[in-house]
């Protein structure tokens, strides 16, 4: 049985309910859907989250990979291809590139430590969808680099009002 602090060491795999049964996904065999998700595992697991590499300046082989996933070689290339296709991966001289595995990860929501502690300046971003939701957290945190500090919350009303009127007007 694991340790406690064995989960501690690799953050979660983050997995969109709604996206995975009414997205493009469902477009894909059973055996390509298993593949994605093994391939998103994977690259949780790796040093630099979201590329599956044996290390930073080597790719893991193919057949390494199909092995460790115990997929036939043929089936592993025939798939990789397609998702290279969809431009849902990459691959270059470092390894397989997860494209937009921040988006699927949402890795800008997560703040670790401590709620604020006034829950009016608590920050909404799960209310929207995981575009949206995306596009504002990045928007946020480019206004909070430019600031210096936090955005007060009449700041954060002007962006979001800014940011969720795109997105209502593009619908």
């Known amino acids: 049985m694991p340790q406690k602090d064995d989960y501690q060491h690799k953050p979660w795999l983050k ?11 469902r477009f894909l065999t059973l055996e390509e859907r298993g ?17 599956i590499q044996a290390n930073s300046d080597m790719p893991y082989p193919h057949s390494w990979i199909a092995t460790k996933l115990n997929v036939p070689l ?31 990860q949402d890795m800008l929501a997560r703040k670790r430590g401590r709620p604020r502690k006034h829950p009016s300046e608590q920050l909404d971003f799960h209310y ?13 945190e480019k206004l909070k680099t430019d600031l210096g500090r936090d955005p007060t919350l009449d700041e954060y009303n002007e ?12 619908t």
């Open 15 to 25: 997995l969109w309910s709604r996206q995975w049964l009414d997205g493009s996904l």
């Open 74 to 104: 043929g089936v592993f290339e025939r798939i990789l291809t397609k998702f290279k296709d969809e431009e849902r991966v990459s691959e270059n001289n470092t390894g397989i590139i997860v494209i937009n595995f921040a988006y699927y």
């Open 35 to 51: 593949l994605w998700a093994d391939l998103l595992a994977m690259a949780n697991e790796s040093r630099n989250r979201g590329v």
């Open 128 to 140: 929207y969808d995981a575009e949206t939701r995306v596009r504002l957290e990045e928007a946020y």
């Open 159 to 170: 962006l979001k009002a800014e940011i969720v009127g795109e997105s209502e007007g593009e």
